[in-house]
């Protein structure tokens, strides 16, 4: 069964960092795009980030302005999101999803983990 | 950037009824790559539809997309009770990957 579980999320105040753990099991890692997708409070979907199976190849969203850095160790079967000069809009459930390749959807998702920026 | 518009915001429907969910790009989504999805309160998204017309694996056949180009729909032929939810279109054919607002389809 192919399972993906984030981890890493928890309250914070505006300005501080975080680093965001997915790992996935039942499929070989290495061979897919994975991606973070956070949903703020209820709003809907926002993608955040990609990164292809190698690393070779990363995409943000602009509305980052450069404060996150998504990673993956295919060793240890993960994938990370460093979250610097976090923002109360950054509030939100952050979900790791697999891609099959550059053309295929997301599927699946992970349960998510929730981020809370406050002071 | 691809902009994605889904209407109408909220769909209230009756059991056994048909749905019919509307996705329109700002652009043409190259190659048909739009997904759909299903959300339930509390639970992460699910895709049901890829390639604008094709089903996920264990997705029932009461649900089909269609579509091309700008325009597209997500048609649930008879709604069952597990199928009230929020669906969610999306274009995965370039970056950045966007979503639509999304439809919610509550019950009548």
């Known amino acids: 069964e192919v399972r993906l579980v984030e981890s890493g999320g928890g309250l914070v105040k505006p300005g501080e960092s975080l680093r965001l753990s997915c790992v996935g099991s039942?499929?070989?890692?290495?061979?897919?795009?994975m991606n973070w997708v956070r949903q703020a409070p209820g709003k809907g979907l926002e993608w955040v980030s990609s990164i292809s199976g190698t690393g070779s190849y990363i995409y943000y969203a602009d509305s980052l302005e450069g404060r996150f850095t998504i990673s993956r160790d295919n060793a240890k079967n993960s994938l990370f999101l460093q979250m610097n000069s976090l923002r109360a809009e950054d509030t939100a459930v952050y979900y790791c999803a697999r891609r099959a390749s550059s053309f295929s959807p997301f599927d699946p998702w992970g349960l998510g983990t929730l981020v809370t920026v406050s002071s | 950037e691809i902009v994605l518009t889904q209407s109408p915001g909220t769909l209230s429907l009756s059991p056994g009824e048909r749905a019919t969910l509307s996705c329109r790009a700002s652009?043409?989504?190259?190659?048909?790559?739009l997904a759909w999805y299903q959300q339930k309160p509390g639970q992460a998204p699910r895709l049901l539809i890829y390639?604008?017309?094709s089903r996920a694996t264990g997705i029932p056949d009461r649900f089909s997309g269609s579509g091309s180009e700008t325009d597209f729909a997500l048609t649930i032929s008879s709604l069952g009770p597990e199928d009230f939810a929020v669906y969610y279109c999306?274009?995965?054919?370039?970056?950045?990957?966007?979503f639509g607002p999304g439809t919610k389809v509550d019950i009548k």
């Open positions: 039942g499929f070989t890692f290495t061979n897919y795009n």
């Open positions: 652009q043409s989504v190259s190659s048909s790559y």
């Open positions: 390639g604008a017309s």
């Open positions: 999306q274009q995965y054919g370039s970056s950045p990957f966007t």
